[in-house]
């Protein structure tokens, strides 16, 4: 893989013109000038449209299982919100939804940030499970610390955790030029395989009073390092103050790129890498600096899940991970933006809870409606990327709106709001 | 005459490069003495040899040879610790690591691996990154198992798995050229695709249960009769046939890639193609034909792994082989040979990790990550410059 960000040999002038946008980020303010918020609508719209019809094909009624899993989702909550008692199915079920939703947001920050920058960042999984990790070191060691001092101790060791496994990414980028692509993708098997070796028995994290029972499951992080639960039980796995934390990472992640000289290099290096350091941005700073802060908020996940509602983890968990995967679905479905994503997270925590433990059905099996979600995670990330249909949608609404502007159809703004 | 070959031969033994490469060997060397067949049990030769490799090495980097002297004084080094670490360990626990059949479990390992990557190269040579392949080995590895079992032939079986394979590739063929989606955003959507595809139709098919036992199943070629047992028998003498198909595939696809017209095009397709265009090559249909030859190559890798070797199918069983065989694709620089020898080094690995369990399960497991490590350093630019097609990931527009 290679580098298809920078045009390096110069094209002419009016081959610029002709071209498909070069750079992630250039790609990206097309599709933002291009339909703005109806393409992703759209696209959701139609992926959803095709898991029907590949529910009806099997011989179910996908009406009805749309509607089993909105209210598996506990969507249905939205309803009769005033009815906060967890002890009813919807309610419940809508706080499950917004736990996944918390590290939705994150995953899906982590990629969005990196996005901005001209990256991709497909190594979330690895940096959530490197957060992960170390988050239940910190929350199994240190039984004495106060509760406020071990949890944010576990919550900064995960995101610097993070952080750093997605540095090295950046790092190789900006010295040896190695594409992200591929080293995030090693890096996250990796931590995958890390995540196999903590966890087995013997190993560092393994607990030890699992000996006898010889599982490969790590200790439980200790009460005092636990986020508090603001809505239900702890027990049951209530919706803990990380919620808040993934929403105040939302308004960082829009101030920061947006407010900040630190974004605007970001977004500069993104849009045009070779214009960025011609104004005398240092775009492997960047790079690295860019990839560091997507781990961050990676690892931060890995971090809130663990000390929020994991508690403990296993091998067998390691290996179902694949939250930072669907991370990016939801970056791009949220046109790597705050609030697209904030909303592309929350549809995706739905689908995820309400294909799976929230589901209760007699038309679709839990175990069926759970590779409908990948089947739909799939469709969106296909066809949120696809330019030559974002330009359709856009030609035709500029139709519509028979707006007298003629421009060149191909040509990005080279600054967009988001 | 024979003065000017001495001289030639004489350069060619001081070249820095060559007294690098053999202090390369001799690291390699100085290991492989202490396993079997040979097994050592002093430490004097190894460390000896492991010396003379580091001799090698700081020579070969006084002349200039950086890379491979540093190569070369590693291999000393690292040759030298593990002997050292195999003369601690018992004969009987060696010779379970160690025996003749581990080539052969190596092949097995590396036939999916040199599938997919031979595939992957066929795509990204032509200018379209495939991250995809991992779906489309998943694919294949479950139509081909289903196809097995519905027809009872596996060679229809792994035809339909070469059929699924491809559609999925169209797929990514004609979002990543018509549409002129990102292609990365794309393979991972195709990866996504395929996980549901075949998670969703296992349930569907086989109501969530197992495969039935008793699938066709492709046959190995018997080579030596079983009751004889030699180093070669041990090794080839009963491999399955999709096994002797990857190690033909290997010379063949270097033929066509390097060798005839239509190679030349594919590669032009990828280094430059509005220069590929411009001389009269249809920068699309190489492309598309290109991207579905991936998808049909990685398929039969992933029918092999279920139709060939493990003769049953569970959801997502590719387990990220389709990414060892990227890896594997990037560590052998985009060619043939290239990408066998890192299949064959990554299968090797699996292997070898599988057998250390006699040692310890957590190091088994942490030796699995070590292909990735390996790539992570390849792509560094420690071992070599990777160097991928110029035009690789760049939508094409025909003006």
Redesign the interface.
């Known amino acids: 893989?290679?580098?298809?960000l920078a045009p390096q040999h110069g094209p002419q002038p009016d081959?610029i013109a002709?071209?498909?946008p070069?750079t992630?980020a250039a790609?990206l303010a097309r599709w933002q000038d291009a339909g703005g918020v109806l393409v992703p609508v759209a696209t959701g719209i139609f992926a959803f449209l095709i898991g029907g019809v590949?529910i009806a094909a099997?011989g179910h009624n996908p009406i009805q299982a749309y509607w089993d899993i909105i209210k598996g989702a506990g969507f249905n909550w939205l309803a009769h919100p005033w009815n906060t008692d967890v002890a009813t199915t919807a309610a419940y079920n809508f706080s499950q939804t917004l736990l996944q939703t918390t590290s939705l947001i994150l995953c899906g920050l982590a990629v969005a940030f990196a996005f901005r920058c001209g990256l991709?960042n497909?190594g979330g999984n690895g940096q959530y499970l490197v957060g992960l990790i170390c988050a239940n070191w910190i929350g199994v060691s240190f039984v004495n610390m106060a509760r406020p001092a071990h949890i944010l101790l576990g919550i900064a060791v995960a995101a610097a955790a993070g952080a750093a496994w997605a540095a090295?990414a950046g790092f190789?980028k900006a010295t040896?030029g190695?594409?992200e692509?591929?080293?995030t993708?090693?890096?996250n098997?990796?931590a995958?395989?890390?995540g196999?070796?903590v966890f087995?028995?013997?190993?560092p994290l393994q607990a030890p009073k699992n000996v006898p029972l010889d599982v490969p499951i790590s200790a439980d992080v200790v009460p005092g390092a636990q986020l508090p639960v603001f809505w239900g039980i702890p027990a049951l796995q209530g919706l803990h103050i990380g919620f808040f934390i993934a929403i105040g990472a939302l308004v960082v992640f829009w101030i920061v790129l947006n407010r900040t000289t630190l974004g605007y290099e970001v977004r500069a290096v993104g849009y045009n890498p070779d214009a960025a350091a011609y104004g005398g941005i240092k775009v492997r700073t960047n790079y690295i600096r860019a990839m560091a802060i997507s781990g961050a908020f990676a690892g931060l996940a890995g971090g809130i899940d663990m000390l929020g509602y994991l508690h403990h983890f296993g091998t067998i968990d390691v290996q179902a991970t694949s939250i930072g995967?669907l991370g990016?679905?939801v970056a791009?479905l949220g046109r790597n933006t705050a609030l697209g994503t904030g909303i592309a997270a929350l549809l995706f925590g739905g689908l995820v809870y309400g294909t799976t433990h929230g589901l209760q059905s007699g038309v679709i099996?839990p175990?069926?409606a759970?590779?409908?979600?990948?089947?739909?995670?799939?469709?969106?990330?296909?066809f949120?990327?696809?330019?030559?249909?974002i330009l359709a949608v856009w030609n035709s609404r500029r139709k519509l709106r028979r707006q007298g502007r003629v421009a060149e159809s191909g040509q990005p703004k080279p600054e967009t709001a988001s | 005459m024979s003065t000017y070959a001495g001289t030639l031969s004489r350069s060619r033994l001081s070249d820095p490069k060559t007294v690098g490469v053999v202090g390369i060997a001799l690291g390699v060397l100085a290991f492989v003495l202490a396993i079997p067949p040979v097994t050592l049990r002093s430490a004097v030769w190894p460390v000896v040899i492991g010396f003379v490799a580091l001799v090698f090495g700081i020579v070969a980097i006084s002349r200039g040879a950086t890379r491979v002297g540093g190569g070369a004084i590693a291999a000393g080094i690292a040759g030298t610790a593990l002997a050292l670490l195999a003369i601690q360990s018992s004969v009987s626990n060696l010779d379970q690591v160690v025996d003749a059949s581990l080539i052969a479990q190596m092949l097995v390992f590396a036939t999916p691996l040199t599938f997919a990557a031979v595939g992957g190269m066929f795509s990204e040579r032509s200018g379209v990154v495939n991250i995809g392949l991992e779906g489309m080995m998943l694919m294949g590895a479950f139509w081909g198992i289903w196809g097995a079992d519905k027809t009872g032939n596996w060679f229809l079986g792994v035809l339909i798995a070469m059929l699924a394979g491809g559609l999925l590739a169209l797929v990514h063929a004609f979002f990543a050229i018509h549409l002129r989606a990102d292609q990365i955003v794309g393979g991972t959507a195709v990866n996504f695709l395929a996980l549901g595809i075949t998670g969703y139709f296992f349930v569907q098919l086989y109501h969530g249960g197992n495969i039935p036992t008793g699938v066709s199943q492709i046959p190995s070629l018997h080579l030596t009769s079983a009751s004889s047992s030699t180093f070669f028998g041990d090794s080839f003498g009963n491999l399955n046939y999709m096994i002797w198909a990857a190690i033909l595939l290997v010379p063949l696809s270097y033929v066509v890639m390097f060798k005839t017209p239509l190679g030349l095009r594919i590669r032009a397709c990828g280094e430059h193609p509005r220069a590929a265009d411009t001389v009269g090559i249809n920068v699309y249909v190489v492309r598309y034909a290109s991207v579905v030859l991936s998808g049909v190559l990685a398929a039969m890798g992933g029918a092999y792994l279920t139709v060939g070797y493990l003769n049953t199918f569970n959801e997502n069983v590719t387990a990220g082989r389709g990414f060892i065989a990227l890896a594997a694709l990037i560590f052998g620089n985009w060619r043939p040979f290239g990408a066998f020898g890192a299949a064959l080094l990554f299968g090797l690995s699996t292997a070898v990790a599988l057998r250390l369990h006699v040692y310890s399960d957590l190091a088994s497991t942490l030796f699995q990550a070590l292909p990735y490590v390996l790539t992570l350093i390849a792509v560094a630019g420690v071992i070599g410059r990777t160097i991928p097609p110029a035009a690789v990931g760049r939508p094409y527009k025909k003006q």
Request: cysteine-free; overall charge negative.
């Open positions: 893989m290679s580098e298809p081959e002709q071209e498909p070069a992630p790609r590949v099997t991709f497909i090295i190789l040896v190695a594409h692509v591929s080293t993708i090693m890096l098997w990796i995958y395989w890390i196999n070796y087995l028995q013997g190993g995967f990016i679905a791009l099996d175990s069926l759970g590779h409908l979600t990948e089947i739909i995670q799939g469709l969106v990330v296909l949120v990327g696809a330019d030559v249909l």
